[in-house]
């Protein structure tokens, strides 16, 4: 029902636009986010976006690097990642939560396969 793309390979300092299209049913009253996994790590949340886009949340190591935006009527949202860095390199998921903004992992329930971005030095 998640379905990420626009992951690839980029050299440091490079851009990549995420994209996360959902189906199935209508998220436009779902917080979205984004999370990544290292290898061999937990998943992490990277970004999240209130139902209407209002509110949003970034973890300390993509502030100012990283936009997290939606757009409801495509069902769909996205991932700018500027700037990037070797240590951004991680497979990338897609995630829903039916709470209207939360930052809270545990209280997502909806996830898409991940798209491998890898950023090389």
């Known amino acids: 029902q998640l379905q990420a793309s626009g992951g690839g390979l980029v050299q440091a300092g490079g851009s990549l636009r995420l994209s996360c299209a959902a189906s199935?049913?209508?998220?436009?009253?779902?917080?979205m986010g984004w999370s990544r996994q290292f290898p061999g790590k937990e998943r992490e949340f990277v970004a999240v976006?209130?139902?209407?886009?209002?509110?949003?949340y970034y973890r300390d190591s993509v502030k100012g690097r990283f936009t997290i935006s939606r757009d409801n009527a495509k069902n769909t949202v996205y991932l700018q990642m500027n700037s990037l860095k070797p240590e951004d390199t991680a497979i990338y998921y897609c995630?829903?939560?039916?709470?209207?903004?939360?930052?809270?992992?545990?209280?997502?329930?909806?996830w898409g396969q991940g798209t491998q971005v890898t950023v090389s030095s």
């Open positions: 995630t829903a939560s039916r709470k209207l903004f939360s930052s809270d992992v545990s209280e997502y329930e909806y």
């Open positions: 976006i209130s139902w209407n886009g209002g509110s949003t």
């Open positions: 199935g049913r209508t998220f436009s009253r779902y917080a």
